[in-house]
């Protein structure tokens, strides 16, 4: 048998003290959101819609142009070179900081962050005046005929400036985090130094390492100011896919800067969704 | 990017400091590798990093001083540096605020598309800056998706001084929100809950109890999102329209450096150098104040 339902409302749950209105939650969410949408999300979606407003064909005759191949080339061959070193580079230098005292420690780190502090087209200026024709190595390396502004060496050392600190400051904090005993473990245990590093540290620090890879590597693909300074702007040979976009943008064709920023606008949603992954993975782990 | 320590590092540090013999000496650390990397990491940095800027400051040494003065302090040097620091600053004063909003809303609140919002904020350092500067100049121009709207009304949001502030809010907002978004995750709730018990409402207590807690935080954000914008170049070489009124401090150097005027280049990168070491000396003495405010 149904008995009646009471007709007298519930009084209404009163709000926690330490909540919101929830009109005002619903305010601050909408600004938030729109102010996202309007500066973050509406930029990236016109990319697309530019690139494909006059529809296939301009686009894929942007996309396969020789020089826009080349750039592709170059822009992943400066990759290439550039994140491995800085990993080296990273793990090298978080070793030492994170697993070891010494004097010089707190200034060793602010050098590494310099990278972060100095303009991109400074650091550019500072290879151009190092290797450049009338830079403090210039005469000596044009009587070796060693070429390196204006050519590939100076976009690898441009490049390796501005993303230096990217991997090392990922991984000196969760260094410092884990501290040293697994490992002193592991060489009690008769593990020699390199299979500690390699089966204990590295694995500990995997997701953060991974993190600042990609990082690294969209920084490297995607630098524009200090590689102008010392890449000459030679289509097909110092073009990489940031200029190129430039380069396209200056004879002002409507489609084809915003088809080769597509490339690029790819990669930073997949470095974007690797990110994701990468958090969940390490979420998930711990 | 920033120095966000780990919870375990207060912990670590301890704990080296206190072994430490009484004499002051170093403890010698049971693991292998420390001279090796340690050597490693010094001549890899000075390659990379000191080699280059020693290289600056020798050639900056053998100019003359009186030339290098001139040319760092011309009137179009002047305005480079007035708009640089004006309309990085007004930057980072918008990315202060609608960054702590957003860091907010996403800590605080469940609503569907968090997740995507907050991947959203990640865009500014995944995407290249060129691309930035590209698509905002379109968006903002005039038949561009918003352009078409402001530009009737007068608002020039392209190849004006406002698009140099527009690209610089865009490169530096995801340095405000992720500065604050893990200050605020480990937010002591029982502080607000004391203030709610004490009778204030919820506008008190975020004016007087959460807003000076995370005034540091907010502060490092901003200085972070400010040295950001001063040496963007990227995006503002395609939204300024290259005009004489929306030439900043980087863009001023490297048109020198194409008329290869290396003097008048070198003369804004010193100053523009001299900017971003005073501005990482702040940084650190604002980080080494807020860091007090999160310890019990």
């Known amino acids: 048998m149904n008995l009646p339902h009471p007709t007298t409302p519930r009084p209404p749950v009163p709000r926690l003290p330490t909540r919101e209105n929830p009109a005002m939650k619903w305010l601050l969410i909408a600004v938030g959101g729109v102010f996202a949408i309007v500066f973050l999300l509406l930029p990236i979606v016109n990319v697309f819609a530019q690139a494909f407003a006059l529809g296939w064909g301009p686009y894929w005759k942007a996309i396969t142009d020789p020089d826009t191949g080349s750039a592709i080339k170059l822009t992943f061959l400066v990759a290439a070179v550039t994140v491995p070193l800085n990993v080296v580079f990273g793990l090298a230098a978080s070793w030492a900081i994170a697993k070891f005292n010494f004097r010089g420690k707190a200034m060793l780190l602010t050098f590494i962050d310099l990278p972060f502090s100095i303009s991109p087209v400074v650091a550019g200026l500072m290879f151009v005046l190092l290797f450049g ?154 | 990017m920033t120095r966000s320590a780990g919870p375990g590092v207060e912990e670590a540090v301890a704990w080296t400091q206190e072994d430490r013999p009484p004499d002051g000496g170093q403890r010698h650390s049971p693991l292998p590798g420390g001279k090796l990397t340690l050597g490693f990491t010094v001549f890899y940095l000075s390659v990379i990093v000191l080699l280059p800027i020693a290289a600056l400051l020798l050639r900056a040494c053998r100019l003359s001083w009186t030339e290098l003065w001139e040319l760092a302090t011309n009137e179009r040097a002047l305005a480079a540096y007035e708009l640089s620091l004006g309309a990085s600053l007004i930057a980072a004063l918008i990315n202060a605020a609608f960054g702590s909003l957003l860091a907010w809303v996403l800590v605080r609140y469940t609503f569907p598309g968090r997740r995507l919002l907050d991947s959203l904020i990640d865009f500014p350092f995944a995407l290249p800056t060129a691309v930035a500067g590209l698509t905002l100049a379109n968006v903002f121009s005039e038949h561009g998706w918003l352009g078409r709207f402001l530009v009737p009304m007068g608002i020039q949001g392209a190849f004006s001084r406002l698009g140099v502030v527009i690209a610089l809010t865009f490169v530096g907002l995801p340095f405000s929100v992720r500065t604050l978004q893990p200050i605020l995750e480990d937010l002591d709730r029982s502080v607000e809950e004391a203030a709610a018990c004490l009778g204030a409402g919820r506008f008190r207590t975020f004016v007087s109890v959460i807003g000076p807690t995370l005034f540091p935080t907010i502060l490092t954000g901003f200085g972070l999102s400010f040295a950001r914008a001063l040496g963007e170049y990227g995006s503002i070489k395609f939204i300024s329209g290259n005009l004489p009124q929306t030439e900043i401090a980087p863009v001023l150097m490297v048109v020198r450096l194409d008329q290869y005027d290396y003097t008048g280049a070198i003369a804004v990168a010193l100053v523009l150098m001299l900017f971003s070491f005073a501005l990482l000396f702040a940084l650190n003495w604002t980080q080494a104040w807020a860091s007090k405010f999160q310890k019990p």
């Open chain 1, 133 to 286: 024709a009338n830079g403090l190595l210039g005469d000596w390396l044009a009587a070796h005929h060693v070429k390196i502004i204006f050519a590939l060496p100076g976009i690898v050392l441009a490049t390796i400036f501005v993303t230096f600190p990217y991997v090392a400051r990922e991984l000196i904090p969760i260094m410092e985090a884990q501290g040293t005993e697994q490992e002193e473990a592991a060489l009690t245990l008769g593990a020699s130094g390199w299979q500690t590093f390699w089966r204990v540290t590295v694995p500990s620090v995997k997701w953060g390492l991974l993190y600042g890879i990609i990082l690294c590597n969209a920084r490297a693909m995607g630098e524009f100011g200090a590689v102008e300074v010392v890449s000459g702007h030679i289509a097909g040979q110092t073009d990489t896919l940031p200029l190129r976009v430039d380069k396209l943008y200056n004879e002002f064709d409507p489609v084809a800067p915003f088809a080769v920023a597509t490339l690029l606008a790819v990669l930073a949603l997949a470095t974007l969704c690797v990110k994701l992954f990468l958090e969940w993975k390490s979420r998930d782990e711990a």
